[in-house]
């Protein structure tokens, strides 16, 4: 079953986050797997394979934990905060997973 905006939102622990962001997030990230798997990461009944869902959570929170993708550094003083780029990949763990159904070519 494919993640709800529900549990991404509990996954997040971001109560803030609105509703929009979190459909959004997971609808590219679900593209993303798709594009990755080229189709395979579903079964014959068109639900998920085993992992793939828990993958396109962490992709989506990822994504809606900072929308604009874009990396930032805020600096007050001596006080300074850093906001990675944000999707740059499917991280090693989530292409172990992938990987076992990913079709490729010979």
Do not use: W
């Amino acid at each position: 079953m494919k993640p709800t905006s529900d549990e991404l939102r509990e996954f997040m622990d971001a109560e803030q986050v609105e509703e929009k962001t979190l459909q959004h997030s997971l609808s590219v990230a679900d593209g993303l797997v798709d594009a990755y798997c080229r189709g395979n990461h579903l079964d014959r009944a068109e639900k998920l394979r085993p992992g793939v869902g828990e993958v396109i959570l962490t992709v989506a929170a990822r994504l809606a934990a900072n929308p604009g993708q874009v990396q930032v550094r805020e600096q007050v003083g001596p006080v300074s905060m850093l906001v990675g780029e944000g999707f740059s990949g499917f991280t090693l763990t989530e292409q172990f997973v992938l990987n076992r159904y990913r079709k490729r070519g010979l």
